[in-house]
């Protein structure tokens, strides 16, 4: 019983489930979630979630169930990103499960990692515990995931804007298309490793890229024993210069460890490394040194008194290899942190300064060592290169950047930002040079540097050795030992504020550390360098020799009566003739700095490097600013600042303007001297900002015009300078156009000063007076404007582009005071004076500012503005939309301007006097036609056509009913609106045939819009044609075809397919499309063919096909719509022609080729026949005769066609190609005589033939083409096979491929005729003798090759086809295959499996019932047939000395009738001797074509069943044996040299099986009274087999009388042993009383020669093909074995047949896999079984009750024992045998004494052999062949069964080995591999065992190949193991009774074999093991001990593991209340 749930539940599936398998079921795919409503046991029911239209059961076990809230499933569902990876999940995982199955590794692989990855991702989105920025930033990374998997898998790709899915009604239709683009363009920078874009702000275009190298020290591998310093900067190799800071690291003698580390700041991060920088070649450079001792080498005991920093090692790492791809990381995740060791590096300490540089750049590692006492590597740091802002930086890194010091670059950034505040001062101490001072060694020199104010106070904490190390007064450098002339490089930097920096001077101090004296550090000198100039700039970058002065007592600095400030400082000071003079007169004048004394040969060499916002070094910015000082300078100041550097400029930036502004104008207003100059000052400093390093600082300059600009009169100047620039463009012809350009270019800052001073000054002065003379001065500068704009001169055409690309600037500026209609006035009079025909830069620049003008405010803001600008906008668009020069700036100009309209169109629902309204027609009746014009010359050249048409698209996106109308009125005449429809039609047609090329297929919402536009335009369309071109009486034949056209083209193009979609996308299509627009289209192309009426006539036949398309579209409601427009396309041609064949012929054509692209399918056969025969039945008589018989062959060609298709592909399915091209072939010749079509498929059918090596076939195609020539003189057109030539110079050709393709096939017969119709030609009208030789040389080679090649005999094999899973013309039909060269049964089956894989092999040969014919399957049926020759006058039994392989070919060739017999039991059956109720059921089959033909196969068409007598079968058997014999003696006695191995074996096998009692067993059944008696009519058949069997004895004489003279001494044993055995069967023969053979050539000649002569006139020699039991004479047996040897103990009995002459056919076409098996009770079904089945000899087996093994003997031994026979045992019945299949190796089968081809299985005859042919291992049932095998029997006492297969038909010959089949292994091997020659030794004679009442014959089973080939060898088997008897019953002395326990049955479908067969040692091989005597040896024992030894194992199928099913049914639904309408709601498709 259903019971709801209580509350609302959801569950996943967790298995997929279809829902037509289980009742009301409910489709699930994995994931998907459903919601369920109500339970029953282990059912629910519900909803799935993903269509929530559908309700239906499923089982609990399919879903795992969770409660879920709704706020959770609101959660869910309403987060588009979390939904849209649901979706796009539950997608990819169908992708990946295909290509899973096919085996596409890579991309299984890469969709794994991306399923998984979004998986994560949608989890962590779904938590919602993360911040809004995260959240942000993975919602960013998921669509850029799925954007990425969706374009590898060639999936849509989904418009998004920023991560927000654009859905198809939000966007006009060039909004959407820009979108798309920006959309794809960002797809294909994104990969799916590396899915978010750049870090570093949400506005990435602020600045460029900017680089931070992060850096930290993980380990520190020196143990110094004193503290170190540990120094890291960035190193310029190729400048030799720092480019960063230093960053220190201290390490304590203790140690580094990561804790200190942490104390000591190892990490930083080195900023703002631009891309220059990276492209620099950059290195680490670190720096050791130790802060202790002056020599390492003092003990450490001593206390430590001073502490000296010294130099201790460096380290080098190249970071080109990071650096390498840091441009490129736009698009990609940061680069790892990655770890470098580095070693430490020593060297002398005179070279200290330059040790980095040496290490570096010379490479010069033999002046280095390492540095002793490294553990490991000496300094480990870590690496990573991050890109972005600081700022976002520090957000985003915020546990890798906390408390991170920054080491900032030495300079600025690429981009100096307004804010930036820096005043760094770096300086140098680079080196020095002192005296020894009259010591014996150089001193050590230490260097204590300290910054002092103007009154000598040194400034605290204001110098900084690294970057992370606070701020001190002194700072000591390292101290280098014992060196006059050190090389410190040390580094640093001075941070002072900005007003101290006034007066203050760096002092160096230096002293000399002494060894010896451990107190102090003696001072022996001093420098000193101020840190500005006197005239108020900083010192200079570079470097600056410092003068050395002596002073003995360090308190003289801090006496302040004395002062060395006014001494010279620098060398280059004292040079200058002022340094001089002042150095005078302060040496005499100031006896104060008479102590400080100055020695010339001591300097310091130091470098100054600035780095400063604030301070400048420049004197000339300095002159500038302090103008009012020096007045007289203003000329020559203003031309030095023009000069100046960027970067000098913009730190002063509002200063120096303040400047120039005050300079421009007086306190009036009026012009000063300098104002021109100034101007061009200003335009010049402006000009700057345009540098994209300084484009920021506009920024700076908009805040001063705000806030600071204060010049009110200013704009008077301005204007003036401005138009005083403009005129000197045209006043002066040698005007150097430059700086009026760089004017030009700086209007936008230049007129915000304008507007800025106007409003100061209208505020200021008169507020409310007037702007006339304001308005007066723009417009005189517009007219100036205009005059230079409408120059048309080569030399003013980029001065003209400059004008136009900044005068929009100008007109927004002025809209400001102006009114915005008066600025746009005046912007439109400047675009249209510009010339008509201007220069393409100009009409480039004109378009840009027309589309600035769109995108700006004048245009969106003010309708006033936009109807002045809308008119010039439009003219301009008219004028250059056709020019493909500007064409894009068009198209992005009308875009915009309509997706304007667009939104003011949603906004205001109202369309009546609508500003928009009216403008939306103006572009329309303006643009539409040009841009009409445009898109159809862009299509042609396929350039830029996506914009046009999303341009045209968006025009008629806006267009109603009213614009239509006022459009159709302005084309009111006829020509006009003809015109303008057919081009209209013509781009929308090219853009529905070729969509995908204008929008790329992957844009489903784009192609969704502009299929929506489309229609709705076409439905407008519809009403001037039929107002103006039909109702008007003018009808347009070419208008409406065109129209028809484009509708039937919209109706098919891809994009509207929706059966190629995933139901989700279908779904999403049809919501987006508001319903399928195809029936939309198809109901409008019914309506207007409709209104046509008469007219109809016109579009016959032209239109059948385009109507063909729409019908073939796979949508139920739309065919039923317009298929009945094939009636009227009938009806109307028959009405005005009388026929429909224009109809028909194009119909067919069409079809032809429209389903071979995969269009229709079986309901549109059906539907096209049932709407028309309705629609038919309405007409009259002779009309509706005639419609049906074309509704018919309409049908029956779809039929065809659509069989034709479904085969199309894979080389399994060529056959099924050949049949489909084969009827489809006969239908247009038989059918509707289509010459062309016929040809066409002719040549289908010999290019499938020619693929699949059937030459013979592919020859008797071509004649199919031949035959429709004649050898006329004709010219015949170029086709796609044959160039233009004359009719018979192409038959000719024909006939020569044909015979070409004959001799490959080896068809020499077929060939001949050909030959001899050339010959005739060549001879008789061409007279070609030179051709004549060739032809009969080639005819005469034919003749040689069918007497001397080896020409295989093909099988053929009857094959039905049963069951409704076989395409039509297949089904329930039986054929007749020609096998392939050498191809038997078993590879023959394997090839119809793989061809049907899915088809189940009958295992009966019993004709099929009702339940299988009925059934939804496949099953085949196979067998071998035996083929029946026509009447030849090659048969003609008075030909003598005819050679046999003449005859041979027509026996099997040009066949259409073919056998197959069956024996059945009748009456009661004699255990003992079954030949007396054995019949054989004989069935006769007629092709529907000779064979072979142009297929290997033809239809059965007629089918008739007889039966032949036991006696009359006997008959056929012996008059076969007995016509081989007599063949190989012919054959012998004329080639006397020929192997005689094969007639040996033939005899030995007919003589010793008629000595072992088979004519006994003939004897006891026919000849005797009573058979008589029972049997009158069978007299005749007795007679004449007593007649043969005596007729036998003659030949078997005359045989051994040969076989006496031609044998070689080693086989006269064999011969004697046959003639005592031969002398035996006489005897008996005799005691039975059969006639001698005298009496018997008696017999039969007074019979006449009718009784037993070999008169027949069929193909073969075989007596009974047409046997009657009247005639004895005409009875010829038909199949091919011999008699065999019958045991008395035989149980059942395996049918024989008579055969023919020998035969090269690869294996007896009886022969089978399908051998019929007479097992168990007689007439059981057993007798059916096709298979054999080891797993029931293993039940006999366990039904034996007692086995013994008997050893096989050879067969030379000599007898010791009289033959007897069996002792009678009672017969029990055996159980049913299992249905399991084993497979046989033929490998393993013939090394255990089996042979495995033909001859050697016929050639075996005292016991003719088993053969179990080879199955391939691909096969899906193993297969057990029973090829060319006569008989089995089982001698155990307690078995008395006949294992049997079907018959061999054809007795061996001599012949090569047979070939393997194709495409497989030949199952053909040399199992007798050895080789016999004059010195081997005789042959050993078999041993006789002697055995009680029983005799065991002597046996050898050899192929005739071998023994032919010489090869013979002796085998011996090993011994089989013995099986237990049963109790009761005698077994050999070896046997051990033991009980047998049954073993499972297997059950189920046979399996798959391996691949691969188990080694067998092939050089041993069995003779026959069977033992036909009463021994314990029996066909089951060998058979288990063949298995054994071959490694034969039994299979079974495994199947696997589904969900597992529900405990109980499927209960009966609930009654349901009403529907739930939400659950509805979902539109479907």
């Known amino acids: 019983m259903w019971n709801y749930v209580p509350d609302k539940t959801i569950g996943v599936a967790i298995s997929q489930l279809e829902g037509s398998s289980v009742p009301h079921g409910l489709t699930l795919q994995l994931g998907d979630l459903v919601e369920i409503t109500q339970i029953c046991e282990d059912w629910y029911l519900g909803v799935n979630l993903r269509t929530p239209g559908l309700k239906g059961i499923f089982p609990c076990s399919y879903v795992q169930v969770r409660p879920t809230s709704d706020q959770e499933r609101c959660w869910h569902y ?434 000399h550390c002494s060894t010896k004296d451990k107190t102090e550090k003696r001072l022996i000198g001093f420098s000193f360098i101020p840190l500005m100039d006197r005239d108020g700039t900083v010192l200079p970058d570079g470097q600056h020799q410092l003068l050395v002065y002596k002073v003995e007592d360090q308190t003289r600095f801090k006496d302040p009566s004395v002062s060395y400030l006014q001494l010279p400082y620098s060398t280059k000071q004292i040079q200058s003739a002022l340094a001089v003079q002042s150095t005078s007169s302060i040496g005499s004048s100031s006896p104060s700095c008479a102590s400080f004394h100055r020695n010339s040969r001591e300097s310091v060499t130091v470098a100054f490097y600035l780095c400063s916002t604030k301070l400048t070094q420049n004197a000339n910015l300095l002159s500038l600013l302090k103008w009012k000082s020096h007045p007289e300078r203003i000329t020559d100041t203003l031309n030095l600042v023009m000069r100046l550097r960027g970067e000098e400029l913009v730190k002063f930036l509002q200063d120096v303007l303040d400047s120039l502004f005050v300079m421009f104008s007086d306190t009036e207003g009026n012009a000063t001297p300098h104002s021109g100059l100034v101007f061009e000052v200003l335009v010049n400093i402006l000009s700057l900002l345009d540098d994209s390093k300084f484009q920021h600082f506009k920024s700076v300059v908009d805040a001063y015009i705000t806030d600071h600009f204060s010049a009110a009169l200013a704009y008077k100047g301005l204007l003036s300078c401005v138009q005083q620039c403009t005129d000197r463009v045209h006043s002066s012809s040698d005007c150097k156009f430059e700086p009026i350009q760089q004017c030009f270019r700086a209007f936008e800052i230049l007129f915000k000063l304008v507007i800025q001073s106007r409003r100061l000054y209208a505020r200021a002065i008169l507020e409310n007076q007037e702007d006339d003379d304001f308005r007066q001065y723009v417009q005189s500068l517009f007219a100036t404007f205009n005059k230079v704009a409408s120059l048309n001169s080569d030399v003013l055409v980029s001065t003209q582009v400059v004008l136009l690309r900044n005068i929009y600037t100008v007109v927004e500026q002025l809209s400001q005071i102006l009114s915005q209609a008066e600025s746009s006035k005046l912007l ?94 103006t572009i329309t009746l303006a643009t539409l036609g040009v841009l009409i014009q445009a898109v159809q010359s862009a299509q042609k050249t396929d350039s830029n056509v996506g914009p046009l048409v999303a341009c045209l698209l968006s025009v008629l996106e806006l267009l109603d009913q009213g614009h239509y109308d006022r459009l159709w009125s302005e084309l009111s005449e006829r020509k006009p609106l003809k015109d303008f429809l057919l081009q209209l039609f013509a781009v929308l047609r090219a853009l529905a045939r070729q969509g995908e090329h204008v929008f790329p297929s992957e844009w489903s919402t784009m192609h969704c819009v502009v299929n929506r536009v489309m229609l709705a335009s076409l439905d407008q369309m519809t009403q001037p044609l039929v107002a103006y071109f039909l109702d008007s009486g003018w009808f347009d034949s070419q208008l409406w075809s065109n129209y028809f056209d484009l509708a039937v083209s919209f109706l098919t193009q891809p994009s509207l397919q929706l059966e190629k979609r995933t139901p989700s996308q279908r779904l999403k299509m049809v919501r987006a499309q508001g319903g399928d627009m195809r029936v939309q289209m198809g109901f409008q192309i019914l309506t207007m063919w409709n209104a046509i009426g008469d007219y109809k006539i016109h579009f016959i036949p032209t239109m059948v096909g385009p109507f063909l398309q729409v019908t073939l579209v796979p949508e139920p409601t739309l065919r039923r719509a317009t298929l009945p427009i094939f009636f009227d396309m009938l009806d109307c041609e028959h009405r005005h022609r009388g026929n429909f064949k224009q109809v028909e012929s194009e119909l067919i054509d069409k079809l032809d080729v429209l389903v071979g692209e995969n269009k229709g399918d079986d309901n549109y056969k059906e539907l096209f026949n049932t709407i028309l025969l309705e629609k038919v039945k309405s007409c009259d008589v002779t009309w509706q005769k005639h419609g049906k018989a074309f509704i018919g062959s309409i049908t029956r060609l779809l039929e065809r066609l659509l069989d034709y298709r479904n085969v199309m592909e894979g080389e399994e399915n060529r056959d099924k190609r050949m049949s489909c091209t084969f009827n489809l072939l006969n239908f247009y010749k038989d059918e509707v005589d289509r010459r062309d079509m016929y040809l066409r498929y002719i040549y289908k059918l010999h290019d499938l033939h020619l693929s699949a090596d059937n030459y013979t076939e592919a020859a008797l195609t071509l004649q199919l083409h031949a035959n429709q020539m004649s050898w006329s003189s004709q010219n015949l057109p170029a086709d796609g096979h044959h160039s233009s030539q004359m009719e018979w110079q192409r038959k000719e050709q024909i006939y020569m491929k044909s015979i070409a393709y004959f001799d490959r096939g080896k068809c020499w017969e077929k060939g001949i005729p050909l030959c001899k119709e050339l010959a005739d030609f060549y001879e008789t009208r061409l007279y070609d003798y030179g051709k004549l030789s060739h032809i009969l040389r080639m005819q005469a080679a034919f003749y040689d090759h069918i007497l001397t090649q080896l020409r295989p005999e093909p099988e053929y094999f009857r094959v039905g086809f049963y069951g409704q899973g076989f395409p039509l013309f297949l089904r329930n039909r039986l054929f007749v295959y020609r096998g392939l060269e050498y191809e038997r049964i078993g590879a023959f089956t394997q090839r119809l499996q793989t061809e049907f894989p899915t088809a189940h092999i009958l295992t009966k040969n019993t004709p099929p019932g009702d339940v299988i014919l009925t059934s939804e399957g496949q099953h085949i049926q196979i067998c071998n047939v035996k083929p029946v020759a026509e009447d030849h006058p090659v048969f003609d039994a008075g030909l003598v000395g005819f050679h046999e392989k003449i005859r041979s070919y027509y026996r099997v060739n040009d066949v259409r009738r073919f056998q197959l017999d069956r024996p059945i039991h009748k009456g009661p059956v004699d255990r003992d001797n079954e030949f007396k109720s054995l019949w054989i059921e004989r069935t006769w089959l007629v092709t529907e074509h000779p064979l072979p033909g142009i297929l290997r196969w033809f239809q059965v068409v007629d089918r008739h069943v007889e039966e032949i007598a036991p006696v009359q079968y006997a008959c056929e058997t012996v008059l076969s044996v007995n016509r081989e014999l007599q063949q190989l003696a012919s054959l012998h006695a004329a080639e006397p040299r020929r192997n005689i191995n094969p007639f040996s074996m033939r005899l030995q096998g007919v003589i010793d099986a008629c000595v072992m009692g088979g004519i006994a067993k003939y004897q006891e059944a026919f000849f005797n009274s009573d058979f008589l008696a029972s049997h009158p009519g069978h007299l005749e058949h007795v007679l004449q087999l007593r007649q043969c069997i005596v007729e036998q004895v003659r030949i078997l004489e005359a045989g051994l009388a040969l076989h006496g003279k031609l044998a070689p001494p080693e086989v006269q044993p064999l011969h004697k042993r046959l003639v005592e055995c031969l002398a035996q069967m006489k005897q008996r023969l005799k005691e039975w009383g059969f006639p001698s053979p005298d009496t018997g050539a008696r017999y039969a000649n007074s019979h006449g020669p009718s009784a037993v002569a070999h008169h027949h006139r069929r193909a073969d020699s075989d007596a009974g093909i047409e046997y009657s039991p009247a005639k004895v004479n005409s009875s010829n047996p038909l199949l091919n074995t011999s008699l065999p040897m019958v045991s008395d103990r035989m149980k059942a009995q395996r049918s024989l047949t008579a055969g023919g002459p020998p035969s090269n056919r690869s294996s007896s076409s009886s022969s089978s896999l399908y051998g019929h098996l007479t097992v168990g009770e007689v007439g059981s079904e057993d007798e059916e079984d096709l298979y054999c089945k080891p797993s029931e000899i293993l039940e006999k087996l366990q039904a034996a ?285």
């Open 78 to 511: 309403d987060d588009p990103v979390v939904e849209e990876a649901t979706n796009v999940l539950r997608e990819w995982g169908v992708i990946w499960n295909r290509s899973f199955v096919r085996r596409q590794r890579e991309q299984c692989t890469m969709l794994r990692s991306a399923i998984l990855d979004l998986m994560d991702w949608r989890l962590q989105l779904m938590t919602g515990t993360f911040t809004l920025d995260h959240l942000r930033d993975l919602r960013m990374r998921i669509t850029s995931h799925i954007d990425s998997g969706n374009r590898k898998l060639g999936l849509d790709l989904v418009p998004r804007i920023d991560d927000r899915i654009v859905g198809p009604d939000t966007l006009g239709v060039y909004q959407l298309y820009n979108v798309h683009v920006a959309s794809a363009e960002k797809n294909r920078n994104t990969t799916w490793n590396a899915t978010l874009p750049a870090r570093g702000g949400k506005n990435p275009e602020v600045r460029p890229a900017t680089h931070h190298l992060y850096l930290s020290m993980r380990h520190f591998g020196c143990s110094l024993g004193e503290d170190a310093e540990v120094n890291f900067a960035l190193y310029d190799m190729q400048h030799s210069r720092y480019v960063s800071e230093k960053f220190l690291v201290k390490v304590l003698k203790e140690g580094f460890s990561s804790y200190i580390g942490k104390a000591n700041h190892s990490a930083t991060l080195f900023t703002e490394l631009g891309n220059a920088d990276l492209k620099k070649d950059l290195y680490l450079v670190v720096q050791v040194i130790r802060l202790g001792r002056l020599l390492y080498t003092e003990s450490s005991k001593k206390p430590l008194s001073q502490t000296y920093r010294r130099p201790h090692a460096v380290a080098v790492l190249p970071l080109a290899e990071l650096l390498a791809d840091a441009g490129g990381l736009g698009t990609l995740e940061e680069e790892e942190e990655r770890e470098f060791p580095l070693k430490l590096y020593q060297s002398d300490e005179k070279d200290y300064g330059l040790w980095q540089h040496e290490l570096v750049a010379k490479k010069s590692t033999s002046k280095f060592s390492l540095l002793s006492g490294q553990i490991s590597q000496g300094v480990v740091v870590s690496l990573r290169l991050l890109r972005g802002e600081l700022a976002a930086l520090r957000h985003e890194y915020i546990h890798l950047l906390k408390n991170v010091p920054l080491t900032q670059k030495l300079g600025f950034p690429d981009v100096i930002m307004p804010g930036d505040v820096r005043n760094d001062l770096y300086f140098v101490i680079e080196r020095g040079d002192f005296e020894r001072g009259g010591k014996s060694s150089s001193k050590n020199v230490e260097v204590t540097v300290l910054v002092l104010d103007e009154f000598g106070r040194p400034i605290q904490n204001c110098l900084y050795g690294a970057s992370n190390v606070e701020g001190v007064t002194q700072h000591q450098s390292v101290v280098l030992y014992h060196m006059n002339s050190p090389v410190w490089y040390e580094m640093i930097k001075v941070s002072l504020p900005i007003e101290k920096y006034y007066g203050a001077h760096l002092r160096l101090e230096y002293r």
């Open 828 to 921: 439109a009079s400047l675009i249209d004076s510009l010339p008509k025909e201007p220069h393409p830069l100009i009409a480039t620049a004109r378009m840009q500012l027309v589309l600035t003008t769109v995108r700006g405010p004048l245009f969106t803001e003010s309708s006033a503005a936009r109807a002045i600008l809308l008119a010039t906008i439009c003219r301009q668009l008219r004028l250059h939309l056709s020019q493909p020069l500007v064409m894009s700036l068009c198209t992005e100009t009308l875009g915009h301007m309509m997706n304007f309209y667009r939104k003011m169109s949603m906004m205001d629902d109202t369309t009546v006097d609508n500003i928009w309204y009216r403008d939306v027609e």
């Open 1745 to 2029: 009750s007692a086995a013994g093994s008997v050893p096989l003997q050879p067969i030379y031994s000599t007898s010791t024992t009289p033959r007897s026979t069996v002792t009678n045992v009672s017969r029990a019945k055996s159980p049913r045998w299992a249905n399991e299949y084993i497979f046989f190796s033929p490998a393993s089968l013939r090394d255990s004494g089996f042979g495995t081809d033909r001859e050697s299985l016929s050639s075996n005859n005292p016991i003719n052999s088993m053969t179990i042919t080879r199955t391939p291992l691909s096969s899906k049932i193993s297969q057990t062949s029973l090829a060319q095998q006569s008989r089995h029997t089982l001698s155990s006492p307690n078995v008395h069964d006949t294992v049997d297969s079907t018959p061999s038909r054809t007795p061996p010959r001599q012949t090569a080995p047979p070939l393997p089949p194709r495409s497989s292994k030949s199952s053909f091997d040399e199992s007798f591999a050895g080789g016999c020659d004059a010195s081997s030794p005789p042959p050993i004679h078999p041993k006789r065992v002697p055995k009680k009442g029983s005799m065991i014959p002597s046996n050898l089973m050899m192929s005739p190949e071998a023994i032919e080939a010489g090869t013979l060898r002796h085998h011996r088997p090993p011994p089989a193991p013995p099986l237990p008897p049963k109790s009761g019953c005698s077994a050999s002395p070896m046997s051990t009774p033991m009980t047998l326990t049954p073993g499972p049955v297997l059950s189920g479908p046979p399996p798959v074999p391996p691949h691969g067969r188990p080694a067998i040692n092939n050089s041993t091989s069995f003779s026959n093991p069977l033992d036909l005597g009463s021994g314990s040896g029996s066909l089951v024992d060998e058979v288990c001990s063949l298995l054994a030894a071959s490694g034969c194992r039994m299979m079974s199928n495994g199947s696997p593991k589904s969900p597992s099913p529900p405990a109980s049914p499927p209960p009966p639904l609930p009654i349901l209340p009403p529907p739930d309408e939400s659950l509805y709601s979902v539109e479907t498709a």
